[in-house]
């Protein structure tokens, strides 16, 4: 299976900076969006669809500190690397105390920045494949202990639920085909044509999310498999 694209969203008014940027990443091989104002800032980035955001803290209508303060308060886990042209010691600890992951002063070498990022991902990764818990939405899932809730009532998932919900866990974003499934999840190493996978999806949506009919988490990718967007 091909790599996933990484996403960034870059969230920057300077609109010769969000040109080199874009071009730059897009070049590195990721995906990119451009937020232009702190408002849209918060709006896009509380949406579970990037890896990582490049955050200015000069912007008009809502600095980036506060865009930084409010996903977090929105529990959005996503990695924050700051930009800004300030370059005393207090601008950094207070970025860093709310909730960004690194902070770059500008002008900045476009190289080291892209180093950043690659280490932050990598670290994203990491902390994804080792996580013995995960908070979604309102579902709170602790896979050591077995015991997942959401809304604050437990849900009882049984043993097959919860290691499919791990693997989902575990490949956020990643396209999973029915027969990667079957292998990773029921150890099956072929199958013939059948509803296993859609059936044990099918569960998971009615029991943990919100409206199950329209899920935001686990996404059909039609005609290909699913993808988990937490």
Known sequence: MPELRRRILIVEDEDSLVITLRDRFQSEGYDVEVAFDGDAAVDLGSQPRFDLIVLDVALPRKNGYDVCRDLRARRVQTPVLMLTARGQVVDRVVGLK????????????????????????????????????????????????????????????????????????????????????????????????????DVHVASLRQKLEANPSRPQHFVTVHGLGYKFMG
């Open 98 to 197: 709310l909730g960004a992951d690194d902070y770059l002063t500008k002008p900045f070498d476009m190289s080291e920045l892209l180093a950043r990022i690659e280490a932050l991902l990598r670290r994203a990764r990491s902390a994804a494949a080792s996580a013995d818990a995960v908070v979604f939405g309102s579902v709170h899932a602790d896979f050591r202990s077995a015991v997942v809730s959401r809304d604050g009532r437990q849900v009882e998932l049984s043993g097959l639920e919860l290691k499919l919900l791990r693997y989902f866990v575990e490949h956020r974003g990643a396209l999973l085909t029915r027969d990667e499934l079957l292998e990773k999840v029921w150890g099956y190493d072929a199958m013939p044509v059948t509803r296993t996978v």
